[in-house]
């Protein structure tokens, strides 16, 4: 059974930093690009980040370019997203998204960035 598990969110002032943690199973995490994406209030669905299946290649949305960055780490199953100096806007669930023989998703981890 695939499980993608998030972790890492909160509250956060402004400027401020989170790394979140997304832990796979179920499927060979070492062949998968990985993908975050997160739902704003009252938004749709919107793609962060995205790494390749050996973590050569990396891609932002230019929303969070240079301030976020995906990493994974392969004998722990797991992909990271490091998120700096955040603004009000990064506001989301953030979600942990596989594309298998499904669409697979976590259960999200909330990121509240407020003063």
């Known amino acids: 059974e695939v499980q993608l598990v998030e972790s890492g969110g909160g509250l956060v002032q402004p400027g401020g930093s989170l790394r979140l943690s997304c832990a796979a199973s179920?499927?060979?995490?070492?062949?998968?690009?990985m993908s975050w994406v997160r739902q704003a209030p009252g938004k749709g669905l919107e793609w962060v980040s995205a790494i390749s299946s050996s973590g050569g290649a990396t891609s932002y949305a230019d929303s969070v370019k240079g301030r976020f960055t995906i990493s994974g780490d392969s004998p722990k199953k797991t992909v990271y997203l490091q998120m700096n100096n955040l603004k009000p806007e990064d506001t989301a669930v953030y979600y942990c998204y596989w594309r298998g023989l499904y669409d697979y998703w976590g259960q999200g981890t909330q990121v509240t960035v407020s003063s």
């Open positions: 179920g499927f060979t995490f070492s062949d998968s690009a």
